[in-house]
């Protein structure tokens, strides 16, 4: 099992590009969620979803989208980039709810 | 909102020292989980602590939950230059019918001198 995939690796965006940080996990988990991660502020909730079709807000979902059409996959969508939005970008998923996440490589993103 | 309070930090140990961080809620919690993220990786899942004053050892880590499920705390024996990274817990509130929101720490850096 690949576990959770998480691609790109780096990002370099310009203020308002648009992109979307691809997930993907193999674990059938139904759970999967979004974090971002800044220095020194541990982890930030940004989405989550309880599975195929749902998904709800975490703690910091201006300036993003989800959506979740597959078990296996859940894209975060940024859609007018802004130098806030600078950060390392976590998925991760689990098979029950908030519970032993398993956490893909992350995605390193910068807002120029 | 829930809070979820760490401490310290930072903690910079010589090898062979004992380590220890802190976790507070300003709530009462489901239940804690643990995890650590080496310098670059990410976060990986540790342990989780569900019942009031449980105890949980792993080799040289022993975890605490308090018993009003307010705290907890890591403990680590004999550090070595492996233990080095950053250790977060994370507590989960559950809220009447939702799916309950968790919570992490800001973390606690631990770094290892040879």
């Known amino acids: 099992n690949a576990g959770v995939t998480q691609t790109p690796k780096f990002r370099i965006l310009k203020i308002g590009q648009s992109m979307t940080l691809q997930c993907t996990q193999d674990m059938n988990h139904n759970y999967m969620y979004w974090y971002r991660q800044d220095p020194g502020m541990g982890l930030k909730l940004i989405y989550y979803s309880v599975g195929a079709g749902i998904t709800d807000k975490g703690e910091v979902p201006n300036g993003y989208n989800v959506s979740r059409s597959t078990t296996e996959d859940f894209p975060l969508r940024l859609e007018l980039a802004a130098p806030s939005q600078t950060s390392v970008y976590f998925c991760a998923s689990s098979y029950s709810s908030h519970r032993l996440l398993y956490f893909g490589p992350g995605t390193r993103l910068t807002v120029l | ?114």
């Open chain 2, 1 to 114: 909102g829930q809070q979820v309070m760490q401490i310290p930090q930072y903690q910079h140990v010589q090898e062979g020292e004992d380590f220890t961080t802190y976790c507070n809620s300003s709530t009462t919690l489901s239940n804690i989980q643990w995890y650590k993220q080496r310098p670059g990786g990410h976060p990986v899942f540790l342990i989780q602590l569900v019942k009031s004053g449980e105890v949980k050892k792993q080799k040289r880590l022993t975890f605490q939950f308090g018993e009003a499920k307010k705290n907890s705390s890591l403990h680590i024996t004999a550090t070595q230059t492996t233990d080095v990274g950053t250790y977060f817990c994370a507590g989960l509130e559950r809220d009447g019918g939702s799916q309950g929101n968790l919570i992490f720490g800001k973390g606690t850096k631990l770094s290892v001198k040879p």
